[in-house]
């Protein structure tokens, strides 16, 4: 489950979301969608813009009945919050982008399972201030959407060979400029296609992840270490 950080400022709950308490890449949360549809650019773009809008609607109603609701039935509660904003997601996405609703399927109404959304809602939003909450659930979102994006691109250019393909799915006919062939002839990689690419894709972003930490972590304590011999000879 999420981190119980609902006492940091709106700057700590952004970067939160964003890198240090990714759902993806740190709390290593709903995977099974993100596997499963992150083929393309387009697929993950659509499940994340969803995933994203329930992450902030359900925080900020779930902040706003926080004192109304009693804490033996507060689970209960907060999924049935959440299955009524996903329900409304999943219609409005049948009706205006119909053909992706059909390309992301029964992982639409599968967010109502997905961990990020009940953790935050649990962990964050049941304790703190409606902005606080909706920032959290927006940044949270943000996150997820970003590592869909660039795990579907990932995929995408190395099992088809093109970026944005199937683009009028999410942007209508207009869209279909927006594809790109990075490769003429390209016979395809099945493997980043499948399941098992899928998991050695996101395995590659977490190590990134964790590198640049890494490297930020060690920059950080070279300044620290600095610091004392810098004063030393100002004093001097």
């Not at 050695?200 to 490297?215: H, M, Q, Y």
């Amino acid at each position: 489950m999420a981190n119980n950080d609902s006492n940091g400022d709106y700057g700590e709950i952004a970067q939160n979301g964003l890198w240090d308490n990714n759902p993806a890449l740190v709390q290593i949360l709903g995977l099974c969608p993100l596997l499963a549809v992150s083929g393309t650019v387009i697929n993950g773009l659509g499940l994340g813009i969803a995933t994203l809008v329930t992450l902030a609607l359900s925080n900020a109603v779930v902040s706003l009945i926080r004192h109304q609701v009693k804490p033996d039935v507060r689970i209960p509660v907060f999924v049935v919050v959440i299955a009524s904003i996903v329900t409304a997601i999943e219609l409005a996405m049948n009706a205006y982008v119909h053909d992706l609703y059909l390309v992301l399927g029964i992982f639409i109404p599968l967010i109502v399972t997905n961990c990020s959304v009940l953790g935050r809602a649990e962990a964050f939003a049941s304790k703190t201030t409606v902005g606080r909450a909706a920032l959290d659930g927006f940044t949270m979102g943000l996150g997820f959407l970003a590592v869909l994006v660039v795990l579907g691109g990932l995929r995408e250019v190395l099992g088809k060979g093109t970026l944005f393909s199937q683009a009028h799915l999410m942007f209508g006919e207009g869209a279909k400029w927006m594809t790109i062939t990075l490769f003429d002839d390209y016979r395809g990689f099945l493997f980043a296609l499948l399941p098992p690419g899928a998991f050695i894709g996101l395995g590659l972003l977490i190590a990134l992840k964790n590198v640049i930490d890494a490297r930020r972590k060690q920059r950080r304590g070279a300044v620290a270490m600095a610091m004392p011999t810098s004063a030393a000879r100002t004093a001097a």
